[in-house]
């Protein structure tokens, strides 16, 4: 059906204000430039809105700003109620993710990470009977103390099962517990380490790739 | 290169408080003055300022990112305002009335004696109804499209263009009664 001319002009008329500000979307705005270049009257209109929206900048800029107080204010709340990050965000952070700017991705690539820390779990929990012989057994299992240095720690989501094997087997490590969240205790060496000793030996164990974040356990 | 908007939010929601102040600082005065436009009270419109932050650090995972931050903090300070007025009206202040004495200084007729075109136009401005000046200001001073002018107000984009239509020739019906006789509508 052919538009209405009346219509259609008070349809270009109404669409000016934003024309003018250059927040038209660029079929409106090809539109508005058609009827502008056809019809003189539009152009008056449109000079009058110019004025309009010179004169409506110039008023809301003498407008002044808020005091200080008011941020103040804002910044006392921000301190009393510390955010904790919802599990999406700091999914989201974890993958390197903006949580609002698609959902679904996120949604997929959480999936996506899940099957890769599951797989690498199974993979890695394999490596149990190598280094710790036939059974698993917890620490706290053990028939008497257990000496070395106790650390958690959790795998990059792309190490591999001979790469961790290899690591573990380097220091003298073995898995002892987990995966829990994704974390696994370890004992590493046969005696226990003093504070500098410990230090030193998350440092040298922090170094490779393959560990995304290694902490004390002792 | 300056971090969006977004990623601010993002930081937020993680709980970063300079991130917040960031926000804070490219939003607040704007904020402020579409606020002070409804309210016509400093100290309402910065208690308003106040609380749309507090509200984004409280509730940064309901900014869904589809569309601008500034449209989603300019209709969390709307919703803040017209409660604000709303309970001033339940306790029988007549904001608009209140607002008329506030402007009393700058309507168009004591204005008409400064012989200035461009503060009669502001003042005329200044004498339209609640809901006409929140769609200019909308329009020409924060830049918000049709869509989000819809979105910030809470009406159909429809609703929003003849509001935008009608403001303009409030404004000129005032204008002409200023003495300046623009020909529209």
Redesign the interface.
Known sequence: MTPDPEDEMDEIEALLPWYAAGTLDARDAKRVDEALANRPELGASLALIHEDRDETIALNERLGAPSGAAWARVLATAEAEPRKPSPFARLASLLGLRAEANPTRLAWAAAAAAVVILLQAAAIVALLPDTRGSSYRTASETASPALGANVIVSFAPDARLEEVGAWLKEHDAAIVDGPRGGMYRLRVGDKIPSPDERAALLAELAKTPIVRMILPAD | MAESD??L??R????D?RA??AL?GRH??KI??FA??LVHS?AS???I??EV??DV??N??N???RSEASTWLLAIARNKAYSLLRRKKEDGLDEEMAAAIEDKADNPEVVLQKKSK?EL??AC??GLSREHREV??L???H????E?VALIVGVPEGTV??R??HA?KK??QLAQAAGID???P
Do not use: P
Request: proline share 0%.
């Open positions: 977004g990623d939010l993002e937020i929601r993680a709980g408080q917040l102040q804070y607040h005065v402020f003055r002070l436009r400093e419109a910065e208690d300022v106040s932050f507090i650090w409280r940064a995972t900014f869904e990112g461009g136009l502001r401005l200044s200019i200001d329009v020409y001073y830049d918000k499209s049709v989000e263009k003849t935008m239509f303009r404004l000129s623009r020909g529209w």
